[in-house]
């Protein structure tokens, strides 16, 4: 499980990366393709997103109780990611997509979402890895 949360955790930072990356080389204009690949990290993200809020941190508070603050500030870290995916959708589809303000709310959310992961792959990874507690 832990390992499962790494490897999505690894696929989003290589899709922003190479986003941002296309990005800082669109030049004036925005391309279709490049707008298509933005949105689809963006959906991506909000799926796996909800998936933790409404699957994965239920399950593990339920087992470890103690988790309840590092998933009360994850979960708060999602809203506040989900903003910034908003914002950037706003300017992905505007008519005259800048990609200059493009790249700055990749930017922004990028950071974010780092720091995010990171804590997430800190506290839980630890526990979704260890063996199964034996209540027997
Ligand atoms: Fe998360
Ligand atoms: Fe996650």
């Known amino acids: 499980m ?3 949360l790494k490897l999505v955790h690894d696929a989003f930072r290589r899709e ?5 990356q296309e990005v800082a080389g669109a030049g004036t204009a925005l391309g279709a393709q490049l707008r ?9 993200l909000a799926v796996h997103h909800t998936g933790e809020d409404t699957g994965v941190f239920p399950a593990l ?10 998933v009360a500030r994850l979960r708060r870290e999602h809203e506040t990611i989900a903003a910034l995916v908003e914002d950037l959708r706003a300017v992905v589809v505007a008519d ?3 990609p200059v303000s493009v790249l700055a709310e990749v930017d ?7 720091r995010h992961l990171t804590y997430e792959e800190e506290r839980l990874i630890p526990v979704l890895d260890a063996p199964p507690v034996d209540r027997g």
């Open 16 to 20: 922003l990366a190479l986003v941002r």
């Open 2 to 4: 832990g390992t499962a």
């Open 61 to 70: 508070v339920e087992r470890h109780p103690a988790l309840a603050p590092t």
């Open 36 to 44: 298509m690949n933005c949105l689809t990290v963006c959906r991506g």
């Open 96 to 98: 005259r997509a800048e």
């Open 108 to 114: 922004r959310l990028v950071a974010e979402l780092e």
